[in-house]
């Protein structure tokens, strides 16, 4: 029903920005949330940050917060997430995903997800 794709992961020094992107097509987005994840290598995937579709409202995992900005262009149906101030714990596979709850920040609460992008940030 929902098909998304990231896009702008890549390899960076700590300390640097990457933007990362997530186009979705085969749904309307109103009263869903889009959500980030991350796994990285021998971890559990873990929430990254949240948005709601239609209000915009954001939530952050504390490990991100400050940094890292979650946003929408619901003209382009794609969710992005900029990474700034860039660490070696922030390497991981990202996942985009699509919640049909509002403000649904488990992995398990999601029901369509992409297919990840690597970010790897090296010291």
């Known amino acids: 029903q929902v098909q998304l794709v990231e896009s702008g992961g890549g390899l960076v020094q700590a300390g640097g920005s990457l933007r990362l992107s997530c186009a979705a097509s085969g749904r309307t987005f109103s009263a869903y949330t889009m959500g980030w994840f991350r796994q990285a290598p021998g971890k559990e995937r873990e929430f990254v940050a949240t948005i709601s579709w239609s209000g915009g409202s954001t939530t952050y995992a504390d490990s991100v917060k400050g940094r890292f900005t979650i946003s929408r262009d619901n003209a382009k149906n794609t969710v992005y997430l900029q990474m700034n101030s860039l660490k070696p714990e922030d390497t991981a596979v990202y996942y985009c995903?699509?919640?049909?709850?509002?403000?649904?920040?488990?992995?398990?609460?999601?029901?369509?997800w992409g297919q990840g992008t690597q970010v790897t940030v090296s010291s």
């Open positions: 995903a699509v919640s049909f709850l509002i403000k649904a920040m488990r992995d398990n609460q999601y029901n369509y």
